[in-house]
């Protein structure tokens, strides 16, 4: 399975080079993609699709000599070349040589992006997850230094580093890592609607699946398998008119994860049903699926299963390595053994010993010649570094007798130059050009201030108009202290708040914008707008949160979403209907709001299903509703003031009223960031309904 896992992050990981040359960084900050394939490119391709090494060897060589190809080409083309026979010593040693090379510039680049996933992938594959980390874990701190946006850099990445630390027993540094990979398959569905990235999404949650499985922590694999079955609904919602066969593949193997998982949790009837249905699918009867589903026979002493299901291994696996041995012959031999086929048994016990032997001596041979290849190679290198630094000694000589001779004529030549005379001019013109552009500095001064004012007079503008959009003023009704408050990081933001009071009913919502500035805050206005018309016509939270979305998601060419928490209080019983739409858990009573239902954003997609909540009677209690520019709020170090220090914070505020709770939190925030500016919009409500 781990070597499943490695083969998918070999083909889609891409990721940049070492952060040891200021010049990487420099070539990071201009491009980040691999640009039109060049003639050496193209010549290349034709020669691997010989598959003759000798004369893929030979191209590489012309091509670098004849300067088509710049060391670091060559180097990667060379790692390449030995990647697909198999011998990763010497691909590894070609791809390092590409990480950490000192010539880099614009054209050789692009080759940094599969020579890290390439390295990084290897030393993963053979448990070296230290070196792995040490290989992704400068990308994606440069990635985030440059706040680069392209996100299938970032969810590989943060996948590759999470298996990593997984494997190290770092168990909350690997679920931040995996975390953070989600949260950019959200940030790609949120502007990408396409097939391919709700796949993307699924194929990274399945990784981190494999990744627990491997661990065997079963409670943890069975939460990501949980939560796929989630996007395979989605999925299947969406593409089973057009992607049938993809569907049918997602939906046979989620069947067959559900049965391994339950059954590594010793829930044996549930796994059992799992795997049952897992049958049903057309691609149960594929050989990887058979092979596959072995892992959950053996678990279930299903030995007799197991036993058919790898029938057919000696003739797909002719020749079997190691890692073929431990992987496939030898369930093969337990599984014939424990169900009794002695005979078989014994005939797997005599393939598995004579394939150790064969197998243990080509891994010698194999790792002695490449070995040995590599030493050759690192002896051309040093002694042409030899001949370079040479080479380079006597440029240095020449270039400095040059310098002489050019310094001694001229001298000569000024002396005999009538300085005075053409100096005096030289300095008029000078002093002309400089009063010339002084007279147009300034003139182009006055311009972009000019232009300056007038934008900052809109922007404030525009801030009056957006604040003049959220009420302040609060219902005074009998029993009910409600009190809210908006702080733009900006001029202008995409939190909004708002409430209408019908008859006993107080409707209200807080809501973030995804975005910033003015097209969060012409998004923002919009949302207000709508949630105000539709509370007018006594619609309930759900029904509102429906209408919004409808509303908000046609013509949304630009992707953009708002998270928004939608209640209704009833004065006279304290009930409380409502439907949160991808917002942050309200704080009732110092505790997170337990929710059953985790909606989708507002504004993504048309027609897409939410569900409501109620609570029966929250009077007597505290309801804080916010927007992530609370518990998000960053100091000067970077560091989140967090969910227990909100928690912490609510505490004891029992005896405040909504108006103190919100001061004693907006001063809180302002005491963590020490001076920092705000990173994000501030919105606060606080709801307390007396018994």
Same mark, same amino acid.
């Given at each position: ?57 030979? $191209?590489? =060589? ?9 060391? #670091? ?15 990763? *010593? ?62 299938? !850099? ?40 396409? &097939? ?79 795997? +049952? ?28 299963? *197991? ?29 014939? !053994?424990?169900?009794?086929?002695? +005979? ?12 150790? =032997? ?8 194999? &790792? ?16 042409? *570094?030899?001949? &370079? ?56 001064? @006055? ?43 900006? @001029? ?6 708002? !409430? ?56 949304? @060419?630009?992707?953009?979403? $708002? ?8 004065? +006279? ?13 309200? #704080?009732? =009573? ?16 048309? =027609? ?25 709020? @960053? ?57």
């Amino acid at each position: 399975m781990k070597r499943a896992l490695l083969v998918l992050l070999a083909l889609i990981l891409t990721c940049y080079a070492c952060n040891r040359q200021e010049n990487t960084r420099e070539v990071v900050s201009k491009r980040m993609d691999f640009g039109i394939p060049s003639r050496a490119d193209t010549l290349m391709l034709d020669a691997f699709n010989t598959n003759d090494w000798a004369h893929i060897a030979a $191209v590489i =060589d012309s091509l670098e000599q004849t300067g088509d190809f710049s060391a #670091v080409g060559a180097n990667f083309n060379r790692g390449r070349m030995y990647m697909y026979q198999e011998k990763h *010593a010497m691909a590894s040693e070609y791809f390092r040589q590409v990480v950490c090379s000192k010539d880099i510039d614009e054209r050789s680049f692009k080759y940094y992006y599969p020579s890290v996933n390439y390295l990084g992938t290897e030393l993963y594959r053979v448990g070296d997850y230290e070196g792995a980390l040490r290989v992704a874990a400068p990308v994606v701190a440069m990635m985030d230094s440059l706040d680069n946006g392209n996100i299938d !850099y970032q969810i590989n990445l943060r996948s590759l580093i999470g298996c990593c630390f997984l494997n190290l027993g770092q168990l909350e540094q690997a679920k931040e890592s995996f975390n953070r990979s989600c949260a950019y398959c959200h940030e790609l569905l949120a502007n990408d609607t396409t &097939q391919g990235a709700l796949q993307k999404f699924i194929n990274n949650n399945g990784r981190i699946y494999n990744a627990y499985v491997d661990i065997k922590d079963w409670e943890d694999a069975l939460t990501w398998v949980e939560c796929n079955d989630t996007l395979l609904e989605v999925f299947e919602r969406r593409y089973k008119d057009v992607a049938s066969y993809v569907v049918e593949i997602y939906n046979g193997y989620a069947a067959l994860n559900h049965a391994i998982v339950l059954q590594g949790l010793g829930r044996e009837a549930e796994a059992a049903t799992y795997y +049952d249905k897992h049958l049903t699918f057309n691609c149960a009867k594929s050989t990887d699926a058979r092979i596959h589903a072995v892992d959950y026979l053996m678990a279930a002493h299903r030995y007799g299963e *197991a036993a058919d299901n790898l029938t057919s291994l000696d003739q797909l696996i002719p020749n079997p390595d190691l890692n073929d041995i431990g992987a496939y012959f030898l369930p093969k031999f337990q599984a014939n !053994y424990f169900v009794g086929n002695t +005979d078989t048994a014994l005939l797997v016990a005599n393939r598995i010993a004579q394939a150790y =032997d064969s197998a243990l001596s080509d891994q010698k041979k194999n &790792q002695m010649a490449e070995l040995a290849m590599i030493y050759d190679t690192q002896g051309k290198q040093m002694q042409i *570094a030899r001949q &370079q630094s040479e080479l380079s000694t006597q440029r240095f000589i020449g270039t400095g007798i040059a310098l002489v001779l050019l310094t001694v004529f001229f001298i000569i030549y000024i002396w005999y130059r009538r300085r005075a005379q053409k100096r005096l001019a030289v300095a008029h013109e000078q002093l002309e050009n400089a009063h010339t552009e002084l007279l147009s500095a300034y003139s182009q001064l @006055e311009e972009t201030t000019t232009a300056k004012e007038r934008i900052e007079s809109e922007l404030r503008i525009a801030r009056d108009i957006q604040m003049s959009m959220v009420p302040g003023i609060f219902p005074k009704c009998e029993g009910l202290d409600m009190y809210a408050e908006m702080n733009p990081a900006k @001029e202008v933001g995409g939190d909004l708040y708002g !409430y209408v009071l019908i008859d006993q009913c107080l409707y209200f919502c807080l809501g973030d914008v995804s975005g910033k500035g003015v097209p969060a805050s012409l998004f923002m206005s919009q949302s207000a707008r709508l949630f105000r018309t539709l509370a007018t016509e006594n619609l309930s939270p759900v029904d509102i949160a429906i209408r919004m979305n409808n509303e908000l998601a046609e013509n949304n @060419e630009r992707g953009m979403f $708002v998270t928004m928490f939608i209640g209704m209080v009833h004065l +006279d019983t304290g009930r409380l209907d409502f439907c949160n739409c991808g917002h942050n858990p309200p #704080v009732i =009573d110092g505790e997170f709001l337990k929710m059953e239902y985790d909606n989708q954003p507002l504004g993504l997609w048309e =027609d897409d299903p939410f569900i409501g909540e109620t609570i029966d009677d929250i009077r007597g209690c505290q309801l804080l509703i916010y927007t992530d520019g609370l518990n998000e709020a @960053e100091n000067r170090q970077q560091e989140l003031l967090g969910n227990e220090r909100l928690l912490e914070l609510m505490a004891d505020t029992r005896s405040m009223t909504s108006h103190e709770v919100i001061d004693m939190l907006k001063a809180a925030v302002e005491q963590h960031r020490d001076g920092a500016d705000p990173n994000d919009d501030l919105t606060l409500m606080c709801i307390q309904l007396r018994r």
